[in-house]
């Protein structure tokens, strides 16, 4: 059986003041707490970093995630892919 890949999403962010952030593109999350979320997408991994962060909402159909805070400090990108692949990345799709 072949797996169809989803052709990618386009990647943007829209910042509401400090406070509200759309990102879309979103692949995939990787960790998220009150003073960081770090997700992936198709250009790399991105981290938000702030206070009083919360997801409001996430679609993985169209990767899409909405997050607010008391306050959005700061967002870098790395070139990091997520690995994929292995028994591991099977079993958890």
């Given at each position: 059986m072949v797996e169809e890949k989803k052709p990618a999403a386009?990647?943007?962010i829209i910042m509401e003041g400090r406070r509200k952030m759309t990102v879309t593109g979103v692949t995939e999350i990787d960790s998220f707490?009150?003073?960081s979320v770090v997700l992936f997408c198709e250009t790399g991994?991105?981290?938000?970093r702030g206070t009083g962060l919360h997801i409001n909402r996430i679609d993985v159909d169209t990767g899409e995630l909405?997050?607010?805070g008391e306050r959005i400090d700061g967002?870098?990108?790395a070139?990091?892919?997520?690995?994929?692949?292995?028994?591991?990345?099977?079993?958890f799709r």
């Open positions: 386009p990647h943007n707490d009150e003073q991994e991105l981290a938000i909405s997050l607010e967002l870098s990108y070139d990091n892919l997520p690995v994929r692949g292995g028994i591991l990345g099977r079993l």
